[in-house]
């Protein structure tokens, strides 16, 4: 993957990684 230039590209790139995080925690939980 090429690097993302910072700004709403890479905010949006990283709250899309968190809440992919969040999902795989929760569907391992339950």
Known sequence: MR???AGPQAAEALGHR??????EGV???T
Do not use: F, N
């Open 3 to 5: 690097p993302v230039p």
């Open 18 to 23: 968190l809440v992919g995080a969040a999902d």
């Open 27 to 29: 569907t391992r939980r």
